[in-house]
């Protein structure tokens, strides 16, 4: 009963259970920045706003396609890079764009503009619109980005508030060893994923595509180096990614 008592009340109220298991968020517990007492509660929630936002195929039928769709996706990678940008500020641009993708056809205008916006949800200090003029060359004018990113927030209804894929990340690297007890992801659930993830990094490591500015970017030291990793490069890479390849 003591024991129980003492417990996160999330781990209570959201049924879970810690039956031969190690509870990650335990040596955590004097770090109040860590919200351990219901950092389960946050992540679960999460997760529900995430139900009924996915759409796999939402640029089927459009005249957008993922090509069209990757050039500005990687132009925006490299202006984070070059502006020293949050990684929520870009994962929030590419998430506003996949949500509106499918009302424009003015592809370096929206990205502009959703970067400007999410500039402004993410950053202690945003960038100016005359910023985002000097990077387009001045293509775009400031009356075109302001009309743009009113468009856009109306279409979105200001919501903006949605989870990112860093939020997860920097969960499921701490809950690894326990991934499916704390996701409730199943192994066939992440097979697929895993797969088309694969099948890009061949593509990309064997020069397919023009699209480099995420390879790029964690090429470098201070992203570690990932995409140099040998590990990108071995048989368990091309045996997930078999399935999924077309020649």
Known sequence: REDKLFRPFSDVLLDVEHVDKEDVDVED???????????????????ELEVGKSRPKYLAGQEIDGNMRA??????????MKCMLLQETLYMTVAIIDRFLQMSKTLQLVGISTMFIASKYEEVYPMSIGDFMCITGDAHTKFQVQHMERKILKA??????????PHFLRRIAKITPTLEHYTSYTESDLFPVMQHMAKNIIIVNEGSTDYLAIKNKYAVRTNGKISTAEELNSSIIWDLALPVVKY
């Not at 517990?29 to 997760?47: F, R």
């Not at 500005?72 to 202006?79: A, E, F, T, Y």
């Open 29 to 47: 517990d004097t770090n109040q920045d860590l919200c351990v007492s219901y950092v389960k509660d946050i992540y679960k929630y999460l997760g």
């Open 156 to 165: 979105l209804d200001f919501c903006l508030g949605l989870p990112l894929p």
């Open 71 to 80: 050039l500005p996706v990687d132009w925006l990678v490299q202006i984070q």
